[in-house]
Nanobody, 126 residues
Framework: QAQLVESGGGLVQSGGSLRLSCAASGSGFAINDMGWYRQAPGKERDMVATISSGGTTNYADSVKGRFTISRDNTKRTVYLQMNNLKPEDTAVYYC????????????????????WGQGTQVTVSS
């Protein structure tokens, strides 16, 4: 079974930087889109950034120009470089991946599974 393993969260001062990493473990699947989402206490989980298998990126307006999402398809890892962090960036960050695997009934066809990491805390102090 595929799992997403995250690392890189922590405590940083306002204006500082962090880089989050998320690696997909397991076998028997391919990876389509990947992304990062975040959830602050009492808030909904919102999209931060996504990246397609072809490298097309999408960012939330609040992080444009500050965050950069990238991926290494060989390592099956997605990254989130977070620069000029602000207190409002404080949240639990979750890795997401759209996994593709052969259908049990029709092995020549692929099915899509949305997977999530366990979440990593990012705290930005004033």
């Amino acid at each position: 079974q595929a799992q997403l393993v995250e690392s890189g969260g922590g405590l940083v001062q306002s204006g500082g930087s962090l880089r989050l990493s998320c690696a997909a473990s397991g076998s028997g699947f391919a990876i389509n889109d990947m992304g990062w989402y975040r959830q602050a206490p009492g808030k909904e989980r919102d999209m931060v950034a996504t990246i397609s298998s072809g490298g097309t990126t999408n960012y939330a307006d609040s992080v444009k120009g500050r965050f950069t999402i990238s991926r290494d398809n060989t390592k099956r890892t997605v990254y989130l470089q977070m620069n000029n962090l602000k207190p409002e960036d404080t949240a639990v960050y979750y890795c997401n991946a759209d996994l593709l695997r052969p259908s049990t009934a029709q092995p020549w066809r692929l099915t899509s599974i949305r997977s999530w990491g366990q979440g990593t805390q990012v705290t930005v102090s004033s």
